[in-house]
């Protein structure tokens, strides 16, 4: 025989669907346009001023960190999910010096400070709204209702607040909740536009269906058999945009299938209780942060058993 004989020993996955980390984060930005564009259409310029300031500093703190490293600049398009989706959870409102604070901490500390992609522990955009919503407590809780111009808005309570009042019948909620003509962060108002979004990356095979679905699914079945209102609890506040966009992430989600199960249903637990039982209206945040930290615990004790491999006794 002759040619080159050499072995190439590396780790798996072995196999390449084609998709490099910037096609994918490229197409997960596309699929962002869509509630980026409901969240401008509702709110005004100043939502998309928001999501520029925090895109732009996303990107020049990459950028920074990697020459602090001493690491090569790639632009992978990971700064520009970031950066975009923390803009998607936050109110327009904001001042935007928190704003460029808060996309430089999740870029900086959440994802850089623990090697870059592809080794951070927590997702970098809710990794950066919790530190805002610890920072500024005051400033992330004040909402207004759509209009089209934020100055002209009016100050109002999110659906998921005690105090939220709807001058209208449950079926016009339902609708509005849908559409997204209601008060809340720029982007997680549009259930409709946050749908095709994540279909989009579903047909595509960007993310897996499992945890959004056991996401979502939980939330239903526990608010139901809580006495609460399912259909509400699942178009209000964030859980769409961080059942798509957020708790699908490849590097904090589990890797197998019933691990992303095991995910998804512990975030939709989570998130009850902290709706109903906790102090704070929201809670799709801090439970999709705290089975990222849990993720390193299910994939090692949900293991997909190699091809061929039996147990002791088994035939």
Known sequence: MTGDKRILISPGPHLWSGLSVSKIMYLVTLALILPSGAGVYFFGYRALLVMVTS???????????????????VMDWSAVVTGLLLALTISPTVPLWMVVIGSAFSI???????????????NPALGGRAFMATCFPAEMTTWVL???FVADAVTCATPLNESF?????????????????????????????????????LVLGIINWRIPLAYIGTVALLT???GQDAIFHILAGGLMLGAFFMATDYVTSPITNKGRIIFGVGAGVLTVVIRLFGGM????????????ALTPL??????????????AGEK
């Open 224 to 226: 139901f058999a809580l």
């Open 146 to 148: 759509p209009a089209g």
């Open 298 to 311: 299910i994939d090692r004790y949900i293991k997909v058993r190699p091809y061929g491999l039996k147990k």
């Open 165 to 201: 009042a709807f001058p209208a019948d449950k079926l016009s909620l339902y609708k509005a909740l849908f559409m997204g003509n209601v008060g809340g962060s720029i982007g997680e108002t549009s259930t409709l536009l946050i749908l095709i979004g994540g279909l989009l990356l």
């Open 55 to 73: 895109v732009a500093t996303a990107v020049l703190t990459e950028y920074v960190s990697k020459k602090l490293r001493k690491r090569a600049f």
């Open 281 to 292: 209206p929201e809670g799709v945040c801090f439970s999709i942060l705290f089975m990222n």
């Open 108 to 122: 900086g500390i959440v994802k850089e400070a623990f090697g870059g992609l592809g080794h951070n522990i927590f």
